[in-house]
């Protein structure tokens, strides 16, 4: 009887074991990734980002301080669109960290880090391993040196993901740019 118990709990196993794996592979029960992401804007502290990654893209989400805003304001000069700070003042930036020419993961260098122009004081933001380009904390695209080529070394912005403002508080990005 112990023998015939035994096959049968096997048997058992067995039979729950392929009726999980037809549930599995006509259903696809695998992880899918939520539709958006929520951010809960007070859980970010103003003035460095904080980083994400939604839809295999990484991204970052900075929440602005008046003192930053006023840096940004005075870097507009030496972005290579000059496409100022937007009034009222934003509460904070949100873009992909993904090089626009070429999909390299770019890095964060914060505030007084060592840049590839150093002629001018860095107030920190973004830049690209692959090819040499630096963002601002706005995601906008510096111009490293007043000479430089804009046929040859102009750079695009970051992208900005899709995303609304929910509940005052709450970002919903919906949609980030493939790598």
Same mark, same amino acid.
């Given at each position: 009887?112990?023998?015939?118990?035994?096959?049968?709990?096997?048997?058992?196993?067995?039979?729950?074991?392929?009726?999980?794996?037809?549930?599995?592979?006509?259903?696809?029960?695998?992880?899918?990734?939520?539709?958006?992401?929520?951010?809960?804007?007070?859980?970010?502290?103003?003035?460095?980002?904080?980083? #994400?990654? =939604?839809?295999?893209?990484?991204?970052?989400?900075?929440?602005?301080?008046?003192?930053?805003?006023?840096?940004?304001?005075?870097?507009?000069?030496?972005?290579?669109?000059? !496409?100022?700070?937007?009034?009222?003042?934003?509460? =904070?930036?949100?873009?992909?960290?993904?090089?626009?020419?070429?999909?390299?993961?770019?890095?964060?260098?914060?505030?007084?880090?060592?840049?590839?122009?150093?002629?001018?004081?860095?107030?920190?933001? #973004?830049?690209?391993?692959? !090819?040499?380009?630096?963002?601002?904390?706005?995601?906008?695209?510096?111009?490293?040196?007043?000479?430089?080529?804009?046929?040859?070394?102009?750079?695009?912005?970051?992208?900005?993901?899709?995303?609304?403002?929910?509940?005052?508080?709450?970002?919903?990005?919906?949609?980030?740019?493939? !790598?």
């Amino acid at each position: 009887m112990t023998l015939r118990r035994a096959l049968l709990v096997i048997a058992l196993l067995l039979a729950t074991g392929a009726w999980i794996a037809v549930v599995y592979w006509m259903t696809g029960m695998t992880h899918k990734e939520s539709p958006w992401l929520d951010i809960d804007l007070n859980t970010v502290p103003p003035g460095s980002p904080k980083f #994400y990654t =939604f839809q295999g893209t990484p991204l970052a989400l900075l929440r602005t301080t008046d003192e930053m805003l006023d840096d940004l304001e005075a870097q507009t000069a030496h972005t290579w669109n000059q !496409r100022p700070i937007a009034t009222p003042r934003p509460a =904070f930036f949100v873009y992909a960290l993904v090089g626009p020419v070429d999909g390299c993961e770019v890095e964060h260098s914060p505030l007084g880090a060592d840049r590839y122009a150093p002629s001018r004081p860095w107030q920190g933001g #973004y830049y690209d391993t692959c !090819r040499f380009g630096e963002w601002d904390y706005a995601g906008r695209a510096i111009r490293q040196y007043a000479d430089q080529d804009p046929r040859l070394l102009r750079m695009p912005d970051l992208d900005v993901p899709d995303f609304e403002l929910r509940e005052q508080h709450i970002l919903r990005i919906t949609r980030a740019a493939k !790598r």
